[in-house]
């Protein structure tokens, strides 16, 4: 029951925003968890084709044997990726609840650039009450 | 619950064996010379049904596994026969086709594991496994030995983690009719492992489960 991180992957596979939460994961470059966020935006589309049946939706779920990886794929090509303990059944409302501040405190921000990287005193702190 | 599909790959990251079981979209079949022979039968039979391989039958060395005795494997370019002979089954309907061909499948099965197996020995900074995957449709559940084989099994998304029965099927038909079977040409870039005895046994697990 702990959550370890919070990535941000605008449509185009970059990493707009990354936060470590804890120490329950050692800490990377910025430049490492550009590659992987890249690698992952890369998975996610070719797991959409290899359902064995019907149209499949991108991973929602990557497991490890001590810590998980849970996809938020919104509508418009955001994806939003917490980093959690195997065990921990908040993590989609968590997910929801991010969606919605990123929607409160960055999408109506007049001063962010859309798809660049997320540097907002009000995301952060509002992040911070939520999981911090 | 549901299982679609097994999965096997060498150290090599070549595909050596496949089966698979409720898929409703199966694959197109491979591109001549895009899998390795002796992978699956199921495929090559597809091949069949379109006319455009027909010399399973008029194998000269067909000889062999019609006969009496038993036969192991055998050192044969194409799949081999059934030991039993089968009743001729009525044909069954079109299969629907992803727009994927199996070897470009495989390698696309092959290349997210091995990203994802990366990504989580990286995030964890040990060596850490990656286990399995979840999407709307399927789940996908990965068990590697230490000798590099991949078992990877395709499975409806709310099943329990299948790792065991990945490691039941290599501690038993794998070890038993691949590892020890002198047949076998393990490791060598040019079959794969399907035989008879490995197919019916790791059918008999499959379809014993209680979420088959």
């Known amino acids: 029951m702990a959550i370890f991180g919070l990535w941000v992957i605008n449509k185009a596979g970059g990493l707009v925003y990354q936060r470590n939460i804890g120490d329950g994961l050692p800490g990377l470059t910025s430049n490492e968890y550009l590659v992987l966020a890249g690698t992952l935006h890369g998975i996610h589309a070719i797991t959409s084709r290899l359902s064995p049946t019907g149209s499949s939706s991108g991973a929602h779920t990557i497991e490890g044997e001590a810590f998980k990886m849970t996809i938020l794929l919104t509508a418009t090509g955001t994806k939003f990726v917490l980093l959690t303990s195997v065990v921990e059944p908040t993590a989609d409302s968590v997910l929801q609840k991010v969606y919605e501040i990123y929607s409160d405190a960055v999408m109506k921000n007049p001063f962010h650039t859309p798809e660049m990287p997320i540097r907002s005193e009000a995301f952060d702190s509002r992040i911070t009450a939520l999981i911090g | ?212």
């Open chain 2, 1 to 212: 619950m549901t299982i679609y599909s097994l999965y096997i790959y060498d150290r090599h990251c070549t595909c050596v064996y496949y089966q698979d079981w409720h898929r409703t979209k199966a694959p197109r079949p491979a591109t001549e010379g895009g899998i390795l022979p002796a992978v699956s039968q199921q495929l090559y039979q597809v091949r069949g049904e379109d006319g455009t391989l027909s010399v399973m039958n008029s194998s000269p060395r067909n000889t062999l596994s019609s006969s009496s005795g038993v036969v192991i494997a055998v050192n044969d370019e194409l799949p081999r026969t059934p030991l039993l002979q089968t009743m001729p089954q009525p044909p069954a309907p079109k299969p629907v086709h992803t727009g994927l061909s199996f070897d470009e499948e495989a390698k696309l099965v092959y290349g997210v594991v091995l990203s994802l197996r990366n990504m989580i020995k990286k995030l964890s900074g040990q060596d850490e496994q990656f286990t399995n995957y979840r999407t709307s449709t399927y789940k996908l559940h990965l068990y590697e030995t230490l000798s590099g084989y991949k078992f990877i099994m395709l499975s409806d998304p709310f099943s329990d983690s299948l790792r065991f029965i990945l490691r039941q099927i290599y501690a038993g038909p794998f070890l038993e009719y691949v590892v020890r079977n002198p047949l076998v040409n393990m490791d060598s870039k040019e079959y794969g492992i399907d035989n008879e005895y490995f197919r019916a046994s790791v059918d008999r697990i499959v379809r014993g489960l209680s979420v088959f």
